[in-house]
């Protein structure tokens, strides 16, 4: 078992910046690809981001390349998302999920966390 939580999120303007954090416990995490997912109000949860074990091969939704960054450090068990030029439309809820391969994890993690709110003004 992996358990995830997520931190991090917040209020912020558009344009401005959030870290979010995915704290890992339970298994050692440098096996587990580990990928960012969001769910807006009214629409069905989206990939944003993830990353191998090693941190090595990173993939991203195209509505967020150039502006959102995902990182990991396997020694503090943690996983980020650095979020720039934020935009109303990236409000969402927030959520971290792992799988033990990255091209699992893109589309159905087996583990989850229980989510941040990002909320974007205008």
């Known amino acids: 078992q992996v358990q995830l939580v997520e931190s991090g999120g917040g209020l912020v303007q558009a344009g401005g910046s959030l870290r979010l954090s995915c704290a890992a416990s339970g298994r050692t995490i440098s096996r587990y690809a580990v990928g960012w997912f969001r769910q807006a109000p009214g629409k069905e949860r989206e990939f944003v981001a993830a990353?191998?074990?090693?941190?090595?091969?990173?993939y991203y939704a195209d509505s967020v390349k150039g502006r959102f960054t995902i990182s990991r450090d396997n020694d503090k068990n943690t996983m980020y998302l650095q979020m720039n030029s934020l935009k109303p439309e990236d409000t969402a809820v927030y959520y971290c999920g792992a799988a033990e391969s990255v091209s699992v994890v893109r589309s159905s993690p087996n583990y989850w966390g229980q989510g941040t709110q990002v909320t974007v003004s205008s």
């Open positions: 990353i191998s074990g090693l941190g090595l091969t990173k």
